[in-house]
Every structure is written in C-alpha cells, then in structure tokens.
T-cell receptor, first 114, second 111 residues
Framework: DTEVTQTPKHLVMGMTNKKSLKCEQHMGHRAMYWYKQKAKKPPELMFVYSYEKLSINESVPSRFSPECPNSSLLNLHLHALQPEDSALYLC?????????????FGSGTQLSVL | QKEVEQNSGPLSVPEGAIASLNCTYSDRGSQSFFWYRQYSGKSPELIMFIYSNGDKEDGRFTAQLNKASQYVSLLIRDSQPSDSATYLCAVYSGGYQKVTFGIGTKLQVIP
C-alpha cells in the first residue's frame, strides 16, 4: 500500500462551522505533514508531526488545529475560518532517502469557505 | 530566507522534443533536490530526486545537479502530451523534515 488517503475530497463550510480533515497512511512513515496550496502557488508547509509529536508549526493561525492520534492518522481541525483560507489542503507522509525526505502526497481536500 | 527559484512558464515544446526545466536555490547547505509533477487540480507526485553532483537518469527523465552553481534541472526526453503539467522543484536543506518548494514551471507539450 503506497497511498496517502485524504477525506473529504471537497468541503464547503461557513465561517462559523467546525469541520475536520482526515489523513491516513499505512506505509510505516514516521513523519506526516499538512500543506496548504493556493491556485498557481507552491505548497506551503503548515505542520509537521514526527513520531506522533508536533515538530514544526509554521506560525499557522489557531483556527487550524492539528492532531496526530497515532502513527498512521493525521487530522486537521478547522474552526472559524476566513474566506482567504479557501485552498487545496494536502496531507503528506515521508520516508528518508539517505539524502532527504521523499514526500508522498494524498489527493488533497479542496476547501471553500463562504 | 531559503529560496527556490523557477520560471513559471508556460514552457511549450513540440511532441517528441526534449523539455528542459531549470531551478536555482539560495542555500549552499542544501542537501537533496526533488522534482514533483502536478497535474491541474491534483496533488504533487514525486518523479525524481538527486543529491550528488552530476546526472541521474530514470526512463525519459534526467535530473542534473550542479552544487557549485546552485542549479538543478530536469530533462524530459521524447516529450508527450501527457507530460503537460506543472513541475515543482523542491529542496531539502537539512533541519527538521523541511522541504522548500519553488513556484513550479508549467509545461505544455504540443501534439
């Protein structure tokens, strides 16, 4: 199994809603990531979990709350988002190549905030 | 601030030609370099990685690295319309699992 599975694929939410994005991998990778990507822009790193502990938080607003329940699962809890948060949210896991981290991305969640 | 620079394109090549995609990076301590392909509306997919100076070939793809010039490139031989996508250059500079992406070059292969 070489997949990173993300749900849902599409999400529309109002600014007062609470929702969660889910990500799962069964490749035994010990690092998992959340990236945000806007149209015609590169992915921007939000959070990194390494061995189920948060290792990087790229100064993301508190309306985004990550959670890593175990080594295979990663969640991103959303609350009181703004329209400018509309983007493609990508989950990834990684394995060490000997020279760097190879990232494997899920198919993403296209989020629209109304 | 670690930067990865790419020309956003579009780069148009005829079918069967060689497509050459280029990337420069600012951090001399960068250790490894990756090329991801991203089709419109899809997620990035790793196609090549390299961390030693020189060339690395995989099928129709060749990655080239010149650390002295801080330059990495991707050559696609016998380009096909299915190669039309955005190609993201990504650089790992050590530290804690942090990869920096360039803006990506949009490649169009014309039949």
């Amino acid at each position: 199994d070489t997949e990173v599975t993300q749900t849902p694929k599409h999400l529309v939410m109002g600014m007062t809603n609470k929702k969660s994005l889910k990500c799962e991998q069964h490749m035994g990778h010990r690092a998992m990531y959340w990236y945000k990507q806007k149209a015609k822009k590169p992915p921007e790193l939000m959070f990194v979990y390494s061995y189920e502990k948060l290792s990087i938080n790229e100064s993301v607003p508190s309306r985004f709350s990550p959670e890593c329940p175990n080594s295979s699962l990663l969640n991103l809890h959303l609350h009181a988002l703004q329209p400018e948060d509309s983007a493609l949210y990508l989950c990834a896991s990684s394995t060490w190549t000997g020279g760097g981290e190879k990232l494997f991305f899920g198919s993403g969640t296209q989020l629209s905030v109304l | 601030q670690k930067e990865v620079e790419q020309n956003s394109g579009p780069l148009s090549v005829p079918e069967g030609a060689i497509a050459s995609l280029n990337c420069t990076y600012s951090d001399r301590g960068s250790q490894s370099f990756f090329w991801y392909r991203q089709y419109s509306g899809k997620s990035p997919e790793l196609i090549m990685f390299i961390y030693s100076n020189g060339d690395k070939e995989d099928g129709r793809f060749t990655a080239q690295l010149n650390k002295a010039s801080q330059y990495v490139s991707l050559l696609i031989r016998d380009s096909q319309p299915s190669d039309s996508a955005t190609y993201l250059c990504a650089v790992y500079s050590g530290g804690y699992q942090k990869v920096t992406f360039g803006i990506g070059t949009k490649l169009q292969v014309i039949p």
